[in-house]
């Protein structure tokens, strides 16, 4: 799946980051814990969150995350923006909540990598 | 490279902006160096984790990352106030963190179970009224390095 997918899926608008709209992405990870997204390592990423503060972009940078997706129409501020930019990392809006965001992508194939053990 | 290169960074408390950009810089440079993907990751996040800490727990301190042939060492001092009991404070979900960290994402109690999964070695040193002394290694593989 690529990022475009992601964004129509979604019916999400781009914040930044279009021109990188062909990137892979091979897992989804929901949370608005940055600690429990910061656990689980997941190649290729895509994050979906509600959280809006600069340790998310900060949080998806450490985690090589391709592209993360405020939900709920969350809208980040021009420092994070900028920050997401100087990092390649495709920021999205959503309206839809969390639940009905990942299961979105879920239908798709999307698949949020090794259970917990 | 065959001497080690040491990077030294200030961290304030309570400061959220700025918060990672100790770990974002390291994460640059090691990347910069060529170091392989998975070893900077494990870098990148146990530093991040520890960094976040300081930031909400500490009264600020500094971040010591010395890089050499076969391993990243990153040594977190702190000016206080003290871990009163680190056994306590390694248990996942354990959490001191006022409910204003909890809205920016963190204080769920796994930042130092996060550190220890990713270094490969991971020391605690405090005393309360004093400072925290956190030591983390990861070492590089020969065939990799």
């Keep these: 799946m690529t990022i475009k997918d992601i964004k129509e899926a979604l019916g999400a608008r781009y914040i930044c980051g279009e021109e990188l709209e062909d990137r892979e992405v091979h897992a989804a990870c929901g949370s608005d814990m940055l600690s429990d997204v910061l656990a689980f390592v997941k190649d290729r990423a895509v994050l979906l969150t509600g959280l809006c503060n600069p340790q998310v972009i900060r949080t998806a940078e450490m985690m090589d995350i391709v592209c993360i997706v405020f939900v709920r129409g969350k809208m980040p501020d021009d420092v994070m923006i900028e920050m997401a930019k100087e990092r390649d990392i495709v920021l999205l809006s959503s309206g839809h909540r969390m639940f009905s965001a990942c299961g979105l992508l879920y239908e798709k194939g999307l698949r949020g990598g090794a259970p917990y053990r | ?145």
């Design chain 2, 1 to 145: 490279m065959n001497e080690s290169i040491t990077l030294n960074y200030d961290v304030d408390s309570n400061d959220f902006t700025r918060a990672g950009e100790a770990s974002s810089s390291v994460k640059r440079k090691l990347k910069l160096m060529g170091v392989d993907p998975d070893i900077i990751r494990k870098v990148a996040i146990s530093l991040y984790e520890g960094e976040i800490n300081m930031v909400i727990h500490s009264y600020g301190g500094t971040i010591e990352v010395i890089i050499s042939t076969d391993m990243i060492e990153m040594i977190l001092r702190d000016k206080g106030p003290g871990i009163e009991d680190t056994e306590l404070a390694m248990q996942a979900g354990y959490t001191t963190a006022p409910d204003n960290i909890r809205s920016l994402g963190f204080g769920a109690g796994m930042g130092l179970p996060n550190m220890k999964k990713y270094s490969d070695d991971l020391k605690i040193e405090s005393v309360v009224g004093k400072g925290t002394t956190v030591r983390m290694k990861v070492y590089i593989p020969k065939n990799i390095s």
